[in-house]
């Protein structure tokens, strides 16, 4: 069985070092688009187009990317680690852990404008757990637990696939930990983020409505695996 998640063969192409001076300057005119109004989709389908880009590529781009107001918004919001000790903190379940399966498995994943560290990895509806899923959520709690975090909710689609499994594998890595965990399974998990502080999530959506979020992903990257010759993020913007 594959174990890479988020992995394609192609991608060694597709983010070549030749590849990714292309897709920077490609994108530096999306963002101008975007930046005078452009929707991201459309920006990305006439650029893409004209440099010939291969959809993992026109991916990486409008998951990389953002309106240059918009990533300033983000930014802004953006909690540091130092200030979850006692605090309680809201998980995108699937979003956090699929993202550090991927950056465990040496797949692609990308730095982008807004802070967040995203992939590639389809998740549509279907998910299995995956030799790299323990050591994911593992890594997820040590962090929190060396934050001092005081409650941490993680939320988990409930129309995905192994949900109850993903559910199951948390509570049992998870005895022992010092704080509080609520584990959920929710219909409608991004609405449930929508206006709430200390976030974890890349998504583009829960970052534009919720109060604050934290960078959970990169302080994983930077405290376990960084140095340990893993992979490290692509920039595919300038």
């Known amino acids: 069985m594959d174990a890479k998640r988020g992995f394609v063969p192609q991608d060694e192409r597709n983010f070549s070092p030749e590849a990714l001076r292309i897709l920077r300057t490609a994108s530096?005119?999306?963002?101008?688009?975007?930046?005078?109004?452009?929707d991201l989709k459309q920006a990305s389908t006439f650029v893409?187009?004209?440099?010939?880009?291969?959809?993992?590529?026109?991916?990486?781009?409008?998951?990389?990317?953002?309106?240059?107001?918009?990533?300033?918004?983000?930014?802004?919001?953006?909690?540091?680690?130092?200030?979850?000790?006692?605090?309680?903190?809201?998980?995108?379940?699937?979003?956090?852990?699929?993202?550090?399966e991927v950056i465990l498995s040496d797949s692609i994943f990308f730095t982008c404008m807004d802070g967040t560290l995203r992939d590639l990895a389809a998740l549509r509806g279907t998910y299995r757990l995956i030799p790299e899923t323990d050591s994911a959520v593992k890594l997820m709690l040590d962090v929190l637990k060396e934050a001092k975090a005081g409650t941490v909710r993680i939320l988990l689609d409930e129309p995905v696939s192994n949900s109850g499994r993903l559910k199951a594998k948390i509570a049992d890595i998870a005895e022992g930990y010092p704080f509080d965990l609520d584990i959920?399974?929710?219909?409608?998990?991004d609405r449930e983020l929508y206006n709430r502080e200390l976030v974890v999530t890349s998504d583009s959506v829960i970052l534009d409505h919720c109060l604050s979020w934290v960078n959970l992903t990169g302080?994983?990257?930077?405290?376990?695996?960084?140095?340990?010759?893993?992979?490290?993020?692509l920039q595919v913007w300038e």
């Open 28 to 38: 530096r005119h999306i963002r101008y688009l975007i930046n005078e109004g452009y």
């Open 219 to 233: 302080e994983c990257l930077a405290r376990e695996c960084l140095g340990k010759g893993k992979k490290t993020p």
């Open 184 to 189: 959920r399974i929710q219909r409608d998990v």
């Open 48 to 100: 893409g187009n004209h440099y010939l880009l291969s959809e993992r590529q026109r991916l990486a781009i409008m998951r990389s990317v953002a309106a240059d107001r918009q990533a300033a918004v983000r930014r802004s919001r953006q909690t540091g680690i130092e200030e979850l000790a006692g605090k309680e903190i809201w998980i995108d379940g699937f979003n956090t852990i699929i993202t550090l």
